[in-house]
């Protein structure tokens, strides 16, 4: 399984970022897709999932900014941000997993390697 996240960068704040992972292996149809998020000296939270069913979730601090949605030709999920604020600063990590917000952050199966985001104000 892989999950290649593309898209970070840094930007002023008001400007927007499309994050997008790649996933192989298989996850794509049969797991929930989703994004969390770290930034300095904080612990991982929650983004948004996009799941299995076609459901879409997101968290209360970016609903409105937001937006996730799943590409099944490129098995590709994406997390569309809108109006980045400095606290949106953070290493942005591409999840999936059967169940994902059923399940503890430790219990996440698998991770993409991470992409920065950087919000200036």
């Known amino acids: 399984v892989q999950l290649d996240e593309s898209g970070g960068g840094s930007v002023q704040a008001g400007a927007s970022l499309r994050l997008s992972c790649a996933t192989s292996?298989?996850?794509?149809?049969?797991?929930?897709l989703g994004w969390f998020r770290q930034a300095p000296g904080k612990e991982r939270e929650f983004v948004g999932v996009?799941?299995?069913?076609?459901?879409?979730t997101l968290s209360s601090s970016v609903e409105g900014r937001f937006a996730i949605d799943r590409d099944i030709a490129k098995s590709t999920v994406y997390l569309q941000m809108n109006s980045l604020e400095p606290e949106d600063t953070g290493i942005y990590y591409c999840?999936?997993?059967?169940?994902?917000?059923?399940?503890?952050?430790?219990?996440?199966?698998?991770w993409g390697q991470g992409t920065q985001v950087t919000v200036s104000s």
């Open positions: 999840v999936a997993s059967p169940d994902i917000l059923a399940v503890s952050v430790a219990a996440i199966r698998y």
């Open positions: 996009a799941t299995k069913r076609g459901s879409t």
């Open positions: 292996g298989g996850v794509f149809r049969n797991y929930d």
